[in-house]
């Protein structure tokens, strides 16, 4: 099996190599070939890691939701929860206890077995401090699993999760990439470097990782299901938005997911097939509430009257995205606010603010991203506010920053760094992106991505009450509520929610867009 597969990566590479050559000598009009039944993906940014409970962005998911699993997945086409690795399910009446029975037969890509003390260990390794593995973390999104009082194996094809209340996201947070189950061998023998290591049972298994160049996958032939089409897909990672559209008219990869909104006419022709749709998507600015000129809610205020959102959204985005109103996209029908209405484009009104909060001439510090999962065209975007903000009389700065090294600069808070930053969240649930960026014990200090260090306790309230109620129209009431109550207080400038996009060449058969922003390549076919 070894052999066979390096003989292969040798193949792939050669392939490889030609592609690049070809894509160098030809011009864009002429198609490179790249290799028979592999795909090559190109990717918004270079991976993290490819440990799924160390990670956040979806950049990353993109790549692992094919190497691993987890006890439940989200229905194709949905965010509805449907069984994986767990066959079964069941949950107390008083909605504290979940007992799974796993699937017979599964094994790891290294060999060991799928048991309930396998699943065990994923969830105690991330939730208990003393477990001999935690410090393989960190564990930045262990939030999702904090109502877990106790996992216990049953029995080798039997676990069960006792939560120390109702948690109605529960199922669906175990579907999101944190849930994904790693072979604990693996974990075992390369301890923090598990993330190059990556163990799961996926339809495809792991092969190869080359810094800044690409990550390998190649088909899982053990898989317990039906097998992928694909031999293996390449993910590359291409930072550059304008270089990831030359690559793909050279036909150097086959696919590219988050096409810059100016390409998007290159690909309106039989070569191409664009895919759209609209996922749980909020672009917005980070304001740094704590201190400077963010902490007076009037300047906060001012700064989403002072953005002509509707301009970068027709301009720069170019019509594939829609205005913001609050931090809960409208892909969450129910329990979206419809009656909120986006903060207009009101300069005036924002200079008066301005005047009132005696901040006349404040000087900012803009956080901006090169590129990274969701976050569009983050440098033009970055440079349109700035100039909205110069109109109303605040001078600002931008820093720009890779995406791995701005998450960095952004995850552990603004504090003493910056006043304001771009982020984008796309998320499986209207419980994640308040509850991990809005709550007061969601400040980084406490680990959570509440990078701005807002706080009202009556949003806190709303919050908890909201993942703790099983009947979907009193969450929905409390969401709504949370939602006004955010959006008068305006700790982010809510600018868009996106629709989703990628492009693959005529060569790439069966795939499809997914309203997780996942990538499921196992019914692919090139």
């Known amino acids: 099996m070894k052999q066979m597969k390096s003989d292969f990566m040798k193949k792939l590479w050669r392939a490889a190599k030609t592609t690049l050559l070809l894509c160098a000598i030809s011009p864009l009009s002429v198609s490179a070939q790249t290799p028979p039944n592999v795909l090559i993906v190109g990717q918004v940014a270079e991976p993290k890691s490819l440990d799924p409970h160390a990670v956040t962005a979806v950049n990353d998911f993109r790549i692992l939701m094919n190497l691993y699993e987890g006890l439940v997945r989200y229905k194709d086409g949905t965010l509805e929860v449907e069984p994986a690795l767990a066959e079964s399910w069941t949950v107390s009446d008083d909605g504290k206890t979940y007992t799974f029975t796993l699937r017979d037969d599964v094994t790891f890509h290294d060999g060991s077995a799928l048991t309930a003390e396998a699943v065990k260990f994923n969830f105690d390794r991330m939730l208990d401090e003393k477990h001999p593995f935690h410090s393989t973390g960190p564990f930045p999104l262990s939030f999702f699993f904090s109502s877990i009082n106790d996992v216990e194996a049953v029995d080798p094809k039997t676990v069960k999760f006792t939560l120390s209340a109702p948690y109605a996201p529960f199922l669906s947070n175990l579907a999101y990439p944190t849930g994904l189950i790693v072979s604990p ?7 923090k470097d598990v993330g190059r290591h990556p163990s799961g049972t996926g339809p495809f298994r792991f092969a190869e990782w080359a810094s800044n160049t690409k990550v390998v996958v190649v088909r899982n032939d053990d898989y317990w299901g039906d097998k992928a089409k694909l031999e293996a897909v390449v993910f590359r990672p291409i930072t550059d938005a304008n270089t990831r559209v030359a690559e793909m008219l050279a036909g150097s990869i086959d696919m ?37 000129p963010f902490a007076d809610k009037r300047m906060r205020q001012a700064v989403n009257y002072a953005i002509n959102k509707k301009a970068l959204v027709d301009g720069v985005l170019e019509g594939t995205a829609e205005v913001a109103a609050g931090p809960t996209p409208p892909a969450f029908a129910w329990a979206y606010n419809d009656s909120l209405q986006p903060y207009p484009y009101n300069p005036e009104k924002a200079k008066a603010l301005i005047k009132e909060a005696g901040q006349e001439g404040a000087k900012l510090t803009f956080y901006v991203t090169e590129g990274g999962s969701g976050m569009l065209d983050p440098v033009p975007m970055g440079t349109a506010i700035q100039a909205d903000l110069k109109a109303v009389g605040l001078d600002t700065a931008i820093e720009t920053y890779e995406w791995n090294t701005f998450l960095g600069k952004v995850n552990p808070g603004l504090e003493g760094k910056a006043d304001m930053a771009e982020m984008a969240w796309m998320t499986n649930d209207p419980d994640t992106l308040p509850y991990l960026a ?32 099983t009947d979907q129209d009193q969450r929905a009431n409390l969401y709504r509520e949370m939602q006004e109550i955010v959006q008068e207080d305006a700790p982010w400038v809510f600018v868009a929610n996106w629709k989703q996009n990628a492009v693959t060449n005529n060569q790439v058969k069966d795939f499809k867009l997914q309203p997780s922003f996942f990538l499921i390549l196992d019914d692919v076919q090139k």
């Not at 061998?185 to 301890?191: F, P, S």
């Not at 290159?266 to 400077?292: C, D, M, T």
């Not at 806190?460 to 703790?468: F, I, N, P, Q, S």
């Open 185 to 191: 061998d693996a974990v075992k023998t390369h301890g």
């Open 256 to 292: 590219m997911v988050e096409v810059p909104p100016n390409a998007l006419s290159e690909f309106q022709n039989s070569r191409y097939q664009v895919s759209e749709q609209a996922g749980p998507h909020v672009w917005f600015l980070i304001l740094n509430a704590k201190e400077g």
């Open 438 to 469: 809005l709550r007061t014990d969601a400040w980084p200090d406490k680990g959570g991505f509440n990078s701005g260090y807002y706080s009202n306790p009556k949003v806190d309230k709303l919050l908890e009450a909201a993942r703790e109620a």
